[in-house]
């Protein structure tokens, strides 16, 4: 090959002693001399959710935050990003320079603006939103974030009327569109697992629990919750039964397991650090430890990065942190007849979920 096919090949000028690149902007994650093509992302709401979505992209290459909306002050979207009670402080440096976010060197755009068509994502090169207020979850309203430039839209929540997508799961079934949801939490810690045992043995009918951490809707002391008066009891001192759709959610990203789960969640009082517990009927019968082979295989494999496994004797804040959604607990288990099994799964329901947003914005923008 010549030096101007090197030239032309490598869109640089290449002379016999050197190599002279274009300019390009650095990205502070990378070295001199390193160039990646990054997603611009914007984030809508900075609440625990939009936090750790942007605290997980300032480890990545391949995403970069560039505008963050939410109506709290910006000096205060600057200490919260800072401190966090229960992941610790941000690993890096956090600046407010005119009313914008500078962090790690990089500004970042901030508004505070309440329709999303307002937001001008253009102007920053926005290429995927990250719908992170809970307040936008439909296919009308979270297009209003395409009407204002971005050209795509991730969901943080599970919608009606919107595509799910689960990692690993239903991703391959992605086909273009511009507006999609990564579902639940709880989803991505079931739906893994549940795809695992259908494949290979089936299932006939499967219950969903999920003992879930605490989370911002619920009330540090008994108060006003119209719609789920078991939901306005105090969350640190009690165990609390709730409704969940994640189970009935998994029939639309697995469509074989439609009408097939269903669930129920208990709130408990700890920070964060959430748990599936699923027991199911299955169609082939299956030794408990043919399945844990199957589930440790599987986590090697094609659910790399997303599911996870162990023989470990662990406990719930071993796995903070965690970003893998599901983590298979083959210690916790117990089957009662070759057909008729609990299966048990692990997910920080903060850092594992918001690493997976981050992962279906990078799918859906290949």
């Not at 096919?5 to 070295?31: E, W």
């Not at 109506?71 to 200490?79: F, K, N």
């Not at 117990?334 to 279906?360: C, H, M, P, Q, R």
Request: aromatic letters at 8%; one cysteine or more.
């Amino acid at each position: 090959m010549t030096l101007s096919n090197l030239s032309s090949f490598f869109t640089c000028r290449v002379t016999k002693d050197s190599v002279i690149l274009p300019p390009v902007i650095f990205h502070n994650k990378l070295s001199r001399g390193a160039t990646v093509m990054t997603i611009k992302v914007g984030i809508n709401g900075f609440g625990r959710i939009g936090r750790f979505v942007f605290r997980a992209s300032v480890e990545r290459n391949d995403i970069e935050v560039v505008g963050i909306n939410d109506l709290i002050d910006v000096e205060y979207m600057a200490y919260m990003l800072k401190y966090d009670s229960t992941h610790g402080r941000f690993n890096g440096t956090v600046e407010v320079v005119d009313g914008n976010l500078v962090v790690n060197g990089n500004t970042v755009r901030v508004t505070a603006v309440r329709n999303p068509e307002e937001l001008k994502w253009d102007e920053i090169g926005v290429d995927v939103v990250a719908e992170a207020t809970g307040l936008f979850l439909t296919d009308e309203t979270a297009r209003k974030h395409i009407t204002a430039g971005a050209k795509k839209v991730v969901l943080t929540g599970p919608s009606g009327d919107v595509p799910m997508f689960v990692m690993g799961v239903n991703s391959a079934d992605y086909a273009g569109q511009d507006i999609v949801s990564n579902a639940s939490c709880t989803t991505n810690c079931l739906a893994p697992i549940a795809k695992v045992i259908n494949d290979k043995w089936g299932i006939e009918s499967g219950l969903m629990t999920t003992v879930h951490a605490t989370t911002a809707t619920q009330k540090t002391v008994d108060g006003p919750s119209m719609k789920d008066w078991r939901g306005g009891r105090g969350a640190s001192q009690n165990i609390i039964p709730s409704s969940t759709g994640a189970a009935k959610a998994v029939g639309k990203v697995i469509p074989e397991l439609n009408g097939l789960l269903t669930g129920m969640a208990f709130r408990v009082p700890t920070a964060n650090v959430s748990v599936v517990d699923l027991t199911v009927n299955l169609k082939t019968a299956a030794t408990y430890e043919e399945i844990c082979a199957e589930m440790k295989r599987a986590s090697e494999n094609e659910f790399a990065g997303v599911l996870g496994y162990t023989e470990d004797a662990v406990v719930s804040q071993d796995f903070i942190g965690e970003v893998q959604t599901s983590v298979f607990d083959a210690k916790a288990g117990v089957a009662l007849t070759d057909k008729f099994v609990k299966l048990v799964s692990w997910y920080d329901n903060e850092i594992g979920y918001s690493n997976k947003v981050l992962d279906l914005i990078a799918h859906v923008s290949k």
